[in-house]
């Protein structure tokens, strides 16, 4: 294993102060050390990374094919011979970097459209309302405070990216949007007046299709693809019933690299994402 975090994670730089001074300084704990010449500090593959001072490091190949599959956080304890709390902190461990690996441009046509998630305290021994069982209803119907906005946002190469949002307002919507979407692009979303506002003061060519009237595509323009990877992440989300909000951005990031590897992920790709070293592919 350390020489497999060596290869995924190899230092060039100190992580302290990130001069290229970097000299060796022994071993600590099967990891081989390094002592900077600038600061005078030390450090290994790991320091700097969410994976510092995790141990038992044999078993992280095996708990990132729990991710891989899926697994409860009970499933992948009992797979990995861990503690049910030492797989809950070693999978957001492992998620925390995972969760900035998002799409940084998107071009051509791009598709946006935004989801809900119900707000959940999961996990947390104070609450202000009756806890709910296994991921619960909310109390009221439609869109309301209880359900929490994630904009999803993808081309049509697969690029993907998605947003927890405070609110689903034009200042929001143009936060994230703004430095993401290219000039020359085609925004294509649905007749939400929120995009149309956001296209109009960023000067974006926008294509707003009228779901609610029957309308699915219009020529060449859609919002299929987005739509299907709403319906996908659902889908897969269900088997956690009911993710903390705290959290949502990890598990957002999780689907996005099981959907980014698709077939081709492995145990030693889990472990790349999760020491901070995203590797694109086309999807």
Known sequence: MANLIQQLHPQSDCPHCHQPELRPWGSSDGLPRSRCRHCGKTCNALTGTPL???????????????????????????????????????????????????????????????????????????LNRPSRQRGGVAQKRGINAEQIPVLVVRDRSGQTADFQLARLDTAHIAAVLGPLVDADAMLCTDSAGVYAAFAK???????????????????????????????????????????????????????????????????????????????????
């Open 52 to 126: 510092a001072r995790l141990r038992q490091r044999e078993q992280w190949a095996r708990f990132a094919q729990t991710l891989i599959d899926g697994l409860s956080v009970q499933a992948a304890a009992a797979q990995c011979a861990i503690g049910k709390n030492i797989a809950w902190r070693w999978r957001q461990r492992f998620l925390a970097t995972v969760a900035d690996h998002r799409a940084e441009h998107l071009g051509g046509i791009v598709e946006a459209d935004e989801t809900f998630f119900l707000e959940s305290f999961k996990g947390q021994r104070h």
């Open 201 to 283: 003061a960023s000067g974006l060519r926008h294509r707003a299709i009228n779901v609610r009237r029957g309308q699915r595509v219009d020529g060449v323009f859609h919002i299929q693809n987005v739509n299907a990877y709403d319906s996908r992440l659902k889908q897969w989300m269900r088997r956690f019933h009911g993710v903390a909000t705290r959290y949502l951005v990890n598990y957002l990031g999780w689907r996005r690299m099981l959907e980014r590897y698709r077939s081709g992920i492995t145990p030693q790709l889990c472990l790349a994402e999760a020491l901070g070293v995203q590797q694109l592919m086309n999807t």
